[in-house]
Each structure stands twice: as structure tokens, then as C-alpha cells.
């Protein structure tokens, strides 16, 4: 992936938001499945909710979180989780304090 891509999916509020609860999943989210929010994610209902905007937009924001790398997606049935993908993140980091 592109970092260009990775600063791109970054510019939004609602977005970064996302990848800021998702850090530490279980300060926001309710337990509500047997899922392991740490390990596997969050359904992205619960993530919607949160966010307070429609089903559309929310997966059209993790599916370009996704498509940049900075969150992996489980399916477990009809459910699919996200979570960061935290070796992204530290590449990008470190990008970050290298180049720039």
C-alpha cells in the first residue's frame, strides 16, 4: 500500500476516530457477542452506532481503512469484525518520524 493512500484514509475525523477506539476497543464499545474484541475486532454495527451515521458510510469508512492497510477484517458468520493492524500503524510511524 501506498503511504499517500494511508495520509488519504487519515483525512477524515470520523475515520481517525475509529482507528482511536479501536486502540483500546473495550473503553468503547459493549461487550455484546463471545467475540474477543482485542483479538478478532468489532462488529461493525457496534461501530456504527457509535458513530451515529448510517450502515453506508460506516463500512464505506472501514472499507477504506482496509483498502489502506490500517485495519484487518475477520468474518465470523454474517458479522465481520475490524481491528487495527498495528504493524501498519508502526511502519507508518516510523515513516513519519524518518522522512518527515
Keep these: 500500500m501506498e503511504t499517500i493512500d494511508m495520509f488519504k ?12 477506539w479501536l486502540k483500546n476497543p473495550t473503553d468503547y464499545f459493549v461487550h455484546e457477542t463471545n467475540v474477543d474484541m482485542e483479538e ?7 461501530i456504527q452506532r457509535r458513530l451515529g451515521l448510517t450502515q453506508s458510510t460506516t463500512s464505506h469508512y472501514l472499507s477504506i481503512l482496509q483498502k489502506a492497510d490500517l ?11 475490524y481491528r487495527r493492524n498495528e504493524a501498519t500503524l508502526a511502519a507508518l510511524s516510523d515513516f513519519i518520524r524518518s522522512e518527515l
Excluded: P
Aim: net charge positive; charged share 15%; with cysteine.
Design 9 to 20: 484514509a487519515l483525512a477524515n475525523e470520523h475515520r481517525l476516530q475509529i482507528l482511536n
Design 40 to 46: 478478532v475486532g468489532v462488529c461493525v454495527g457496534e
Design 71 to 81: 485495519l484487518t477484517a475477520t468474518r465470523i458468520g454474517k458479522w465481520t469484525y
